[in-house]
């Protein structure tokens, strides 16, 4: 049973342009969100995180929005750069600092 | 100087051997993490420990003990390897206590069991 989901494995976005990576989730008790960013043969590092009170958080290029009533967040990342190039994964907890994963969306940014 | 260390970064084993991986963190955190990243690129959580207490056991098989000799180390010890224990191990530490602690990952051992 997959609490966390990424329902696009993988996005292809030109530089300059808008990413948008999307997460969908299940249990109604997660108030927390964060989202990793992971390069190839290195662990994920964090990016990003929000909670349940707030439906925006931002940070330079990157803006996390949740929408609670649709148990959805979405990572916008403007502008699009190649270094951003990786693996982004979702991650939620609820009462405890335990994180559930996405499965990750592979973002690709080409020139 | 690296922050979560994880030794090896990778192990080729036969099926039945043990084997033991390592962890270290020097960001003076109370609460490491042991996840597995399968086939499937699914990050699951496996153990979390506080302050050298277990904290986390997510229905792993006993096969599976992690060992925290003081907090700064998390060392995961697996038994008669089999091979669906292939896959990719991370460790992670946080400040811990509760949620919203960010958690600060290992650069992963890739395991292959043969």
């Known amino acids: 049973d997959q609490q966390v989901k990424q329902n696009s494995p993988s996005l292809s976005v030109q530089e300059g342009r808008i990413s948008i990576l999307n997460c969908d989730y299940t249990?109604?008790?997660?108030?927390?969100f964060l989202w990793y960013k992971k390069y190839p043969a290195e662990g994920p590092t964090f990016l990003i995180s929000i909670s349940s009170i707030k439906d925006k958080n931002e940070d330079g290029r990157f803006t996390v929005f949740l929408n609670k009533s649709a148990k959805h967040l979405s990572l916008h990342i403007v502008p699009s750069q190649p270094g951003d190039s990786a693996v982004y994964f979702c991650a939620a907890s609820g009462s405890t600092d335990k994180l559930i994963f996405g499965t990750g969306t592979r973002l690709q940014v080409f020139p | 100087d690296t922050a979560v260390s994880q030794t090896p970064k990778y192990l080729v084993t036969q099926m039945g051997n043990d084997k033991s991986i390592k962890c270290e963190q020097n960001?003076?955190?109370?609460?490491m993490y042991w996840y597995k990243q399968d086939s499937k690129k699914f990050l699951k959580i496996m153990f979390s420990y506080n302050n050298k207490e277990l904290i986390i056991n997510e229905t792993v098989p006993n096969r599976f003990s992690p060992k925290s000799p003081d907090k700064a180390h998390l060392n995961l010890h697996i038994n008669s390897l089999e091979l669906g224990d292939s896959a990719v191990y991370f460790c992670?530490?946080?400040?811990?206590?509760?949620?919203?602690?960010?958690?600060?990952f290992g650069a992963g051992t890739r395991l292959s069991v043969l």
């Open positions: 960001l003076g955190h109370d609460t």
């Open positions: 249990n109604s008790m997660f108030d927390y």
């Open positions: 992670a530490s946080s400040r811990g206590g509760s949620r919203g602690n960010i958690q600060y």
